[in-house]
């Protein structure tokens, strides 16, 4: 299993250079689309609901205070992935690239697990969490998700 540096320095490595919250989003939607069509774990770092969106502590340790980053800001191995994995980043990245930062922040906001941690640990807007994600409402929300897509 591809840990979340690995998976961001692959996703670096294909779309880079980028800023660290558009990185952030994408591993967020790669985790969940490949949590739904492949059932495990993209990997076993867990997601936050942070402000301004999920946010992987692991990730974020290793750009803290950077905006923008390139190819090889990340510690990680873009070739740990295995096939699944790369398909699923790589659909993500193919159906997403086209989204700033914002608009993929946005779309973590509307509904569903980042929501759901925000009400658990009852922060409201803009107020700091570090509520966990749950696999079992990132999977349901995204399964939902496919199941339009079909």
Known sequence: MASVQDVAAYILA????????????LCYFAYGYHLA????QLFPERFEAWANGPVAR?????????????TGDIV??????DDGERESVDVVLENMRPFSAHELSAM??????????????GARDLERSDAELLDGEIADFFGRLVSRED
């Open 58 to 70: 692991e990730l974020y340790a290793q750009h803290r205070g950077r905006y923008q980053l390139s």
């Open 76 to 81: 990680g191995d873009p070739v740990a992935l």
């Open 108 to 121: 973590t906001h509307e509904a569903g697990p980042w929501v759901y941690a925000r009400q658990r640990a």
């Open 37 to 40: 069509w492949e059932d495990r």
């Open 14 to 25: 294909k779309d880079g250079p980028m800023s660290t919250m558009k990185l952030q989003k």
